[in-house]
């Protein structure tokens, strides 16, 4: 089974991939993943990723596509995998069409964005030990202190609303656009994100064995 996954910022995609990996025994490959196990093995295209990251620059398409294809020629992806975080683009999808990489499915996490901004805005983690809170699911026994050590409580500046919102912002230009291209293919479905996790994994399943 060869999946791709879509979903704002937020929307939980990653651990519905983990969720995937464990029930079909398939990798999860996500981008940032594989351009750092490149970088660190030295490949080729690895290389040519290094020298756009060290001036500073966004890594151009074909070597991300490039350095994607070296992965699913790879021994564990001969039964499938789950694409997280590629493509982002159209032209990044029709890349991976003319590699003549047969997708089954893709499965679009849907969450509204005020719930996204809300879920994420209302983090906090501990400066001293990275202990995890939320505002709204996880309370610490006293406000802004964490139970385990103490330490304060602060917002990642990932976690602000401004930030949240400027990257829901970029996915509704760049990648929400993908939706209508697999969708034109045949080939999307599309979840609704429940505040269960639990919840939005069984109709992530009912998707794919749809």
């Not at 032209?91 to 005020?114: N, T």
Request: proline content about 4%; hydrophobic content about 40%.
């Amino acid at each position: 089974m060869k999946l791709i996954l879509l979903g704002a910022p937020g929307a939980g995609k990653g651990t519905q991939a983990e969720k995937i990996c464990d029930k079909y025994g398939i990798p999860a490959i996500s981008t940032g993943n594989i351009i750092r196990a490149a970088l660190k093995n030295g490949t080729e295209m690895g290389l040519k990723a290094k020298s756009y990251m060290e001036a500073g620059q966004l890594v151009p398409d074909e070597v991300v596509i490039g350095i994607i294809k070296d992965r699913l020629v790879e021994s564990d992806c001969e039964n499938g995998f789950i694409l997280d975080g590629f493509p982002r683009t159209i032209p990044q999808a029709e890349a991976l069409e003319s590699m003549g990489v047969a997708i089954d499915k893709v499965v679009d996490i849907e969450v509204p964005d005020e719930k996204i901004t809300a879920r994420m805005s209302g983090r906090r983690v501990c400066a001293k030990c990275g202990a995890s809170y939320h505002l709204l699911y996880k309370l610490p026994k006293t406000a802004g202190i964490c139970d385990a050590c103490g330490g304060e409580l602060v917002q990642r500046k990932d976690d602000a609303p401004e930030t949240v919102q400027a990257r829901l912002a970029e996915y509704h230009e760049m990648t929400e656009p993908l939706k209508d291209f697999y969708a034109k293919l045949g080939k999307l479905k599309i979840v609704h994100g429940q505040e269960e996790v639990a919840d939005t994994t069984k109709l992530v399943f009912a998707a794919l064995e749809d």
